[in-house]
Structures are given as C-alpha cells and as structure tokens.
C-alpha cells in the first residue's frame, strides 16, 4: 500500500495559462518567484560594480559607465522596482506564515498593494537618489 | 519494500527529506531583509554616481560596510535558496542536479567576490 503508484505522479504541474487563468493570487505569487531570480542577477552586478571600485580606475570607469548610461538606468529602475516587489511579496509570506489574511479576498487585496506599493517606492527611490 | 510504516518514513522530513528547514530559513531571511533591504537601497542609491575616490570614501564608513556586507551575504543566501527551489521545481534528472549546484557556485562566489570587495574598499 505504501508504493502506490510511486514516481509516476505529476510533479509540480505548470497549468497557469493553459488549463487555469490567471487571478491575482496566482499572478502575484508567480511575479515573486520571478523578481527572486531577477534580484539574483542584481546582485551579481552590483558585486561586479563593488570589485571594479576596489580593483583599478579603468575596470571601475566601464562598469560605472554601464550602470549610469541610459541602459543602464533603465535596468536599475528594472532591478528596483522587482527587489520592493520582493520585498512586498515576502513580507506577505510571512504575514501568511503568521496565520493571518490567509482569505482569499484578504490575498488578492495584498496582491494588488504589493504592485501598487513596489511601483511607489519605485517611484520614490528614484527621485531619493 | 522498506519494513517501515508511512508514519515513520515521514516523521520530522517531509517530502524534501530535510524537514521545515529550509522554509524556517526563508522565514528568518525573508524578515531580515525586509528591516535590511530598505536600508540597502537606500545606501547603494547614495554610492552610486559618485567618482571612484568618493566610493572609496564612501564604502570606509562603517555604517554603510557593515550594511551592505550584511544585506549582500543575507541576500544573495536568500536568492540561492529562491532560485534553487525553482530549479527543484521545473527541472529534474541530472540536469536539475547539475543546475542545483550551478546556482549555489555563482551564489557563493558573488558572496565570497562581494566581501572580498568590501573589504579592498574599506581598509
């Protein structure tokens, strides 16, 4: 009884878009696992612009130049918006976590501050710095 | 067929075999970082656009040092975990093997590379 059908079960089935629509749980739970992965490459680059400064002014000047070209800050601004996305997302994780707003309305209410927070911080950070 | 009861294999790991460890670290990261990152932002926003003397200067402070040493190890640990649950989840086999270990070097390196920066910067 124990080995049922072990091994041939699906595994973490991928259904949004295709057998399910999206909704604001699933849309905003998926946008936190894809600004996770984003901010990882955010960190890369701003590792890479860390080791340029202690390295030597001609390794500093090109990765300070490409993040302060107009590339440059369209991927910043890119990279900010997902890392206060994240930080929303997770700080709603953990409000989950508590035992608390676990209903759906409450869910998709947290959804919907979490872009409209992460666009307004966005928005402040930008003109902060 | 193993002689154990369902109970038994279960008890304390759960279907990753390690029990609620990792989600206890994402729990306890999640709310460093959400105190951390703020701040973060904030300090690098200020870093950025300066000439490289002024990163220098910049970075010798303790206060932004400490910070971003801080967020970048609690970050990046954070992000490897993230990352290496989506490679759990949607690749298997070999590959996901392989994969899994890829994300944990490239985190471990920018870890090791980030302090390894800051502390050319700071002294």
């Known amino acids: 009884m124990p080995d049922v059908n072990r091994g041939n079960r699906p595994l973490s089935p991928f259904m949004l878009g295709q057998y399910y629509r999206f909704q604001m749980t699933s849309l905003s739970s998926i946008m936190v696992r894809i600004t996770g992965i984003v901010s990882l490459g955010t960190a890369v680059l701003v590792v890479l612009w860390l080791l340029t400064a202690a390295a030597s002014d001609e390794a500093f000047a090109v990765m300070d130049g490409l993040l302060r070209s107009v590339f440059g800050d369209i991927i910043l601004l890119l990279a900010t918006w997902a890392i206060w996305y994240h930080v929303f997302g997770r700080l709603r994780h953990v409000i989950w976590d508590f035992g608390w707003c676990l209903d759906v309305q409450t869910s998709e209410m947290m959804g919907l501050l979490m872009f409209i927070g992460a666009t307004v911080m966005t928005i402040l950070t930008a003109i902060a710095v | ?123």
């Open chain 2, 1 to 123: 067929m193993r002689y154990l009861t369902d109970r038994k294999r279960a008890e304390g790991l759960g279907s990753a075999g390690q029990g609620t460890h990792h989600h206890w670290q994402m729990m306890v990261g999640s709310i460093g970082l959400v105190l951390l990152m703020p701040f973060f932002i904030f300090v690098f926003g200020m870093a950025l656009g300066g000439t490289r003397e002024e990163v220098i200067a910049f970075f010798s402070r303790p206060f932004p040092a400490v910070l971003t040493a801080l967020t970048l190890f609690v970050a990046i640990s954070h992000f490897k975990r993230e990352a290496q649950e989506a490679v759990e989840d949607y690749v298997h086999g070999t590959t996901g093997k392989l994969l899994h270990m890829a994300v944990g070097a490239l985190a471990w390196t920018t870890i090791a590379a980030g302090l390894f920066a800051l502390v050319r910067l700071a002294l």
